[in-house]
């Protein structure tokens, strides 16, 4: 009985084991799944709002360049991290800036760039581009490694050769486009000095890099392997990656100008187009070892003018604006991550000789090579480049992230002197960015330099333009001399024959016609100010309606009388509204020149309907057009009632007249 009251006896409670799985969890932090595209949205946001904080004060943007405020931020943040973390935690990395940064950057210059102006300076843009960089290259490596043999660098640990130091005044002579473009559109030069500058930054920096891939070829195989052959493959090179890249770009502009003229009925993914396929042609040239700068670059010039004419005008807005919006977010990480990475100095190695060298030799070898070459070319130059002009462009040559990125893909192992190229690219870009960039301004207006006059030609200056170039190719073709105009000419012809008919979808073609697209825009204009004004004589036919009362006549009858005219053109404009006396009529005047101006009966009922390809067209476009329609067919209506008035009156008169010759004669008719 005891032993049953005290009932069964329990087992011993299991002890936890650490191994089980935990329950189920309500939150649960996962950073390392999303650290690296936060890190990117961070900075991103950042730099974002820094440049939101600059551009609050209107003074400080006028004296600072933007790039030089973003560079000191950068040195900021990155002593911050510095000074918590005990190390630098992000460094610009070359295969970021080459792969993700760049891109955006050169299709944005090429896209947008006035191709007008880019080949009619093409000549001096090449010679700049192709001839200066050999020229500073080579006249600033030797320059260096001269320093170097005399003994005066003050480390002697600096062991570097020839080649060495060529290297290195091969990406040194890098002038960046995008301090180059963040510089001199806030001092607003005039346009050919912006082109040429802008132009030869941009090339500059695909022959630079060709150039510095020739040079670190020669490093590694080493002085004592190279042979003449290494030296006829190596100028081989040098022009097959730069016409390579150039030929890359252009069929791929071939090719997204053909896509785009299929797209009219899935207009949602043309600008998908655009990027994707430019962006293809960067890395299928850097794929095969071809200049990917110049295959983007020439991509974005060609492709223009076609895909333009094919997609809509929604899509041209959406390329417009997202491409800008990549290309300053690129620029603005750019120069941030610039200042971040050069905190960290456990990859220096200062040499002051070296540092100071460099810096004496880009800006003396820069002048040098402009003023020869402008003396060469000023003999061929319709407008020669003044002296104002060399020191602009001498000024000028900004280094930045190109020459940072190329310094840091050098081998350590094969080229000794690294460290000290790395302090001294730093020094150079910091230099140029941020002194160049804060004395450039006061510089122009010192020298007054002609300044770019921002302005659209009005049709007028357009026409008298297009006159010129047919009567100078006309003049070349009389002359024998076959010119810049002869071979535009040539080429508009061609281009109007074939490619504009293989490129472009038909309608898009028929718009070419310049006088019917000032025509259409002018209407298209006179229709949105009927929208939005009520607009009384549009401007395009320069039709007067001929129900539409003067001004003097307006004052002294009734505004409720000529309401009720019948006419169909009668449309009363708010300007005479005031003179008339009575209230009430005011009124009246006001309300009917509201609904006559806004009101319209369409042609058909819109039906609504959803598609995930399709955008359906804004109510707004859509009443533009609708009222345009409205309007020319209201103007052909009075031409053809003028017109048959007098023709009416014509024929009676000559049936009046040939009555009255048959009265008068002697003899019955």
């Given at each position: 009985g005891a032993a049953g009251s005290g009932g069964a006896m329990q087992p011993p409670a299991a002890s936890p084991d650490p191994a089980a799985p935990a329950g189920t969890e309500l939150l649960r932090w996962q950073w390392r799944e999303v650290q690296g595209p936060c890190l990117v949205a961070a900075w991103i946001l950042v730099a974002s709002l820094a440049k939101i904080v600059f551009h609050l004060s209107r003074k400080v943007t006028s004296?600072?360049?933007?790039?030089?405020?973003?560079?000191?931020?950068?040195?900021?943040?990155?002593?911050?991290?510095?000074?918590?973390?005990k190390k630098a935690e992000y460094q610009l990395e070359p295969n970021m800036f080459f792969l993700f940064l760049l891109p955006p950057i050169v299709l944005d210059s090429g896209y947008f760039m006035p191709s007008r102006l880019f080949f009619d300076n093409i000549g001096a843009i090449l010679t700049y581009a192709v001839v200066?960089?050999?020229?500073?290259?080579?006249?600033?490596?030797?320059?260096?490694?001269?320093?170097h043999q005399a003994g005066l660098m003050a480390d002697p640990g600096v062991e570097a050769g020839l080649m060495d130091f060529l290297l290195f005044g091969s990406l040194i002579s890098a002038v960046d486009p995008v301090a180059v473009l963040a510089v001199f559109e806030e001092v607003h030069?005039?346009?050919?000095?912006?082109?040429?500058?802008?132009?030869?930054?941009?090339?500059?920096?695909?022959?630079?890099?060709?150039?510095?891939?020739?040079?670190?070829?020669?490093?590694?195989?080493?002085?004592?392997?190279?042979?003449?052959?290494?030296?006829?493959?190596?100028?081989?090179?040098?022009?097959?990656?730069?016409?390579?890249?150039?030929?890359?770009?252009?069929?791929?502009?071939?090719?997204?100008?053909?896509?785009?003229?299929?797209?009219?009925?899935?207009?949602?993914?043309?600008?998908?187009?655009?990027?994707?396929?430019?962006?293809?042609?960067?890395?299928a040239a850097e794929m095969v070892?071809?200049?990917?700068?110049?295959?983007?670059?020439?991509?974005?010039?060609?492709?223009?003018?076609?895909?333009?004419?094919?997609?809509?005008?929604?899509?041209?807005?959406?390329?417009?604006?997202?491409?800008?919006?990549?290309?300053?977010?690129?620029?603005?990480?750019?120069?941030?991550?610039?200042?971040?990475?050069?905190?960290?100095?456990?990859?220096?190695?200062?040499?002051?000789?070296?540092?100071?060298?460099?810096?004496?030799?880009?800006?003396?070898f820069r002048a040098v090579g402009v003023v020869l070459q402008t003396c060469v070319l000023n003999r061929f130059r319709l407008i020669p480049l003044d002296r104002i002009d060399q020191v602009v462009m001498s000024y000028?040559?900004?280094?930045?992230?190109?020459?940072?990125?190329?310094?840091?893909?050098?081998?350590?192992?094969?080229?000794?002197?690294?460290?000290?190229?790395v302090a001294t690219t730093i020094v150079v870009v910091f230099f140029t960015v941020i002194v160049q960039g804060l004395t450039i301004k006061p510089l122009v207006k010192w020298l007054k330099?002609?300044?770019?006059?921002?302005?659209?030609?009005?049709?007028?200056?357009?026409?008298?333009?297009?006159?010129?170039?047919?009567?100078?190719?006309?003049?070349?073709?009389?002359?024998?001399?076959?010119?810049y105009h002869y071979w535009r000419d040539k080429w508009e012809q061609f281009d109007k024959k074939y490619l504009s008919q293989l490129l472009m979808r038909k309608s898009a073609y028929r718009l070419r016609d310049e006088i019917w697209d000032v025509y259409y825009k002018l209407n298209i204009r006179d229709a949105i100010s009927f929208?939005?004004?009520?607009?009384?004589?549009?401007?395009?036919?320069?039709?007067?309606?001929?129900?539409?009362?003067?001004?003097?006549?307006?004052?002294?009858?009734?505004?409720?009388?000529l309401l009720r005219e019948s006419g169909s053109g009668a449309c009363l404009d708010l300007q005479v509204i005031d003179t008339v006396r009575s209230r009430r009529d005011r009124e009246d005047a006001a309300m009917h020149h509201v609904l006559r101006g806004s009101l319209y009966k369409p042609r058909r009922r819109y039906k609504a309907s959803y598609s995930r390809h399709f955008i359906s067209p804004d109510k707004q476009e859509r009443q533009d057009k609708e009222i345009f329609r409205q309007n020319m067919k209201r103007r052909l209506e009075t031409f053809k009632s003028t017109k048959h008035n007098v023709c009416s009156s014509k024929s009676k008169a000559r049936l009046k007249e040939k009555g009255r010759k048959k009265a008068s004669l002697p003899w019955p008719s």
């Open positions: 004296i600072v360049p933007e790039s030089c405020l973003l560079i000191l931020l950068g040195l900021g943040l990155g002593g911050i991290v510095l000074a918590v973390a200066g960089t050999l020229w500073n290259s080579f006249t600033t490596g030797t320059a260096l490694w001269g320093l030069v005039n346009e050919t000095l912006f082109i040429i500058v802008f132009g030869e930054s941009l090339l500059n920096d695909a022959v630079t890099v060709v150039l510095y891939k020739v040079f670190n070829s020669f490093v590694e195989l080493g002085p004592a392997h190279i042979r003449v052959t290494d030296y006829v493959k190596g100028v081989a090179s040098f022009f097959l990656v730069s016409l390579g890249g150039t030929a890359v770009g252009l069929l791929f502009a071939f090719l997204l100008a053909l896509i785009t003229r299929f797209t009219k009925r899935v207009r949602i993914i043309e600008p998908l187009f655009v990027f994707l396929l430019a962006y293809v042609a960067y890395l070892s071809l200049s990917s700068i110049l295959a983007v670059t020439f991509c974005g010039i060609c492709c223009k003018k076609y895909v333009e004419a094919n997609i809509s005008q929604k899509s041209r807005t959406t390329v417009k604006y997202t491409m800008k919006t990549l290309a300053s977010s690129s620029e603005t990480i750019i120069f941030m991550f610039l200042g971040i990475s050069a905190v960290d100095t456990s990859k220096w190695a200062w040499d002051t000789a070296l540092v100071l060298g460099t810096l004496f030799f880009i800006l003396l000028g040559g900004l280094r930045g992230a190109v020459a940072f990125a190329l310094v840091i893909l050098l081998d350590r192992a094969k080229v000794k002197a690294k460290d000290y190229f330099v002609k300044r770019s006059d921002h302005h659209k030609p009005t049709l007028n200056e357009e026409l008298h333009e297009h006159a010129f170039d047919h009567i100078l190719a006309a003049v070349e073709d009389i002359v024998g001399h076959h010119g929208v939005d004004q009520g607009g009384h004589v549009l401007s395009a036919a320069k039709l007067a309606l001929p129900s539409m009362p003067s001004r003097t006549s307006m004052s002294e009858s009734s505004v409720t009388n």
